[in-house]
Nanobody, 125 residues
Framework: QVQLVESGGGSVQAGGSLLLSCAVS????????MGWFRQAPGKEREAVAG???????VYADSVKGRFTISRDNAKNTLYLQMSSLKLEDTAMYYC???????????????????WGQGTQVAVSS
């Protein structure tokens, strides 16, 4: 059974950093494109970043230059390094995996088949 488990969330002051991890089990992660999404209270879920099987990456404009997505296929783990955090980065962060290979789809939520339960990130002033 495919499982995605996020970790690394927490509370941080604006300007700080956090590293989110997503442990993958039940399949070999290097066969899937993967992404990070987030949902703030009262808002729709939005794409943050995606990485395909060739490690090409795509970012939402709101996080470009501040967040870095990466994957360690040997450890079956996806990461999101978040720096220069802002108040508006506060949200539940979800990792997702999808059986597609086109990098142009990395920020499309509907392309992902599997989702984690999320990890909360709270940024304060």
């Amino acid at each position: 059974q495919v499982q995605l488990v996020e970790s690394g969330g927490g509370s941080v002051q604006a300007g700080g950093s956090l590293l989110l991890s997503c442990a993958v089990s039940g399949y070999t992660s290097n066969r899937y494109s993967m992404g990070w999404f987030r949902q703030a209270p009262g808002k729709e879920r939005e794409a943050v970043a995606g990485i395909d099987t060739a490690s090409n990456t795509v970012y939402a404009d709101s996080v470009k230059g501040r967040f870095t997505i990466s994957r360690d296929n040997a450890k079956n783990t996806l990461y999101l390094q978040m720096s220069s955090l802002k108040l508006e980065d506060t949200a539940m962060y979800y990792c997702a995996a999808g059986s597609f290979f086109y990098s142009g789809w990395l920020l499309l939520e509907q392309m992902y088949n599997y989702w984690g339960q999320g990890t909360q990130v709270a940024v304060s002033s």
